[in-house]
């Protein structure tokens, strides 16, 4: 029997790359009627719209989506300025999605507003790339509310990680991270609204790393260890994986396109939380944090992105 997501509105935080993207696919794909899309940061967010109206056009032009389908996706698009917004005159979301900075402080501080704000039965997803979920979903009780209740333990149980990849409207994939408090019924709507912005679904436990980071950054991290030790150049490391294994990008490649940055914290993640030297992270991949070098998005990364 198909679960209904039953999502009509939906809140997205954080209008960067990932957030936008999700906006996009659920507007696009999963016809949802109200998208709300918020940012801290008013140039974010105008900068994310217009780069929605950048992708519909483009899918336009390239006959993927007709002129009456686009229009109607950018008219499900709203913009809020802050979180209270989820309930308000613009509507009460049946589900966020979280994809602000990847800091726990940052999220604990989102879902505790969330859950302040937003009914019992609002699904409340951090699309989180290694923190634990658990720890996220504990965060989402209500101010107010007395340790201990009812409403206490009930309210992390509306909350899991829905994980997209970059760039969402691209890759077909969504992994679900249900936190150890998160109710079976939660993971189901979610799964269908996966599902409903043309995913497929995988599962996986509230581990570091999930199933997808804990395969792709110790990858991504040998890939530098083997450039620091002078085993290949840069070009042929990411040569022997585009040609030899018939990846998309070579694994350097791809370090710049997630962010140096985030492949770093994730590495860290893993690290500290299993204490498992083989995912320490390499020297030269903090060297290069250090440097400020985070890929494609600070320009300077393994390779260089002029500014266009
Ligand atoms: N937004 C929307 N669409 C995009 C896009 C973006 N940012 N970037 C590329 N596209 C679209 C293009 O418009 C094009 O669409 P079309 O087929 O309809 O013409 C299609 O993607 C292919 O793009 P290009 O022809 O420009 O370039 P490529 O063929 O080289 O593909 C790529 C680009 C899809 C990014 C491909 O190189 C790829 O799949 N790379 C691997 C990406 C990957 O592994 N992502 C996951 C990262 S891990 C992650 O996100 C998890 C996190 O927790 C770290």
Redesign the pocket.
Known sequence: MSVAHGVKTLGVVGAG??GL?IA?VAALKAQIPSVMLCDASAGQLSKGVAFFET?LK??VA?G?VSQSDADAARARLVTVEKLEDFAGSKGIADMVIEAATENLAVKQKIFGTLASTLPLETILATNT??ISVSKIAASAVGAGVKPGSEEAWKSPARALGI?????????PLVELIPAIQTAPEVVDRSRAFAQACGKEVTTSKDVPGFV??RL??PFINEAVMALEKGIASRDDIDKTLRLGMN???GPLT?AD??GLD??LS?METLYRETADSKYRPAVLLGRMVDAGWFGKKSGKGFYDYPAK
């Open positions: 790359q990932m993207g996009y992708l483009k899918d390239k993927k790339s290694s994980h997209f990849f970059n760039p969402v409207p691209v890759m997808s980071n792709l950054m990846h998309p990008m791809l396109f997630i985030t492949c994730i």
